[in-house]
């Protein structure tokens, strides 16, 4: 993006993800000089592969009754009554309970690299290159959610543990890597400059 500013450089830190970007904008010293706006972005280098094996396990049941205790509350107030008493939504009255979990692990996990319970617990989700997980790879890690984990996780613990890289099944499949953010022998930041 080309801006029109006078003789000095600018810099704005920019808070995302919560790791810091920065974003340098350079003037050539000429009034009313055509500058261009350049990037620093943090390179995310993945330095050992851990299991993170307890803290995924304690985030992922988190994670996953917060959203239980989401949709049972829904059905409490928004279902019907049933022979047996109890409640249940069908039709358009079911679609906020997809709809609530697409926000809650994809769109959220797309955003902010993790859901509410790993980010709380320092975990992150990125690619086998150590950026930043994209949209399509967090929809397709989280399509297996129903093998990984409903199974009582033991598929995810059998193929974290056997893997390399300690991937579950929705890891390999959207080919990402979760790494604990807090452990300097797994990940670490360093500045870069990129166009």
Not at 94 to 113: C, D, K, Q, S
Not at 168 to 180: F, H, K, N, T
Request: aromatic content about 8%.
């Amino acid at each position: 993006m080309a801006l029109l500013l006078s003789g000095k450089s600018i810099f704005r830190k920019v808070e995302q993800m919560n790791i810091n970007s920065y974003k340098c904008i350079i003037s050539h010293h000429t009034p009313g000089a055509i500058i261009q706006e350049q990037s620093l972005q943090p390179n995310l280098l993945i330095q050992k592969s851990k299991t993170n094996l307890k803290k995924r396990i304690i985030a992922t049941i988190i994670d996953y009754s917060l959203v239980s205790i989401a949709t049972y509350i829904y059905i409490l107030l928004f279902g019907t009554e049933d022979s047996n008493g109890e409640n249940s939504v069908s039709g358009l009255m079911a679609l906020p309970i997809p709809i609530f979990w697409t926000v809650y692990f994809v769109v959220i996990e797309a955003n902010y690299g993790a859901t509410l319970a790993h980010q709380g617990l320092y975990l992150k989700v990125l690619t086998l290159k150590g950026k930043e997980i994209e949209w399509t790879q967090t929809f397709k890690r989280h399509l297996l959610d129903p093998i990984d984990i409903l199974i009582y996780g033991i598929p995810a613990i059998i193929t974290i543990i056997n893997t390399d890289k300690h991937q579950r099944l929705g890891d390999l499949r959207a080919q990402a890597i979760v790494v604990d953010t807090k452990d300097p022998e797994q990940f670490s930041i360093s500045d870069a400059t990129s166009r």
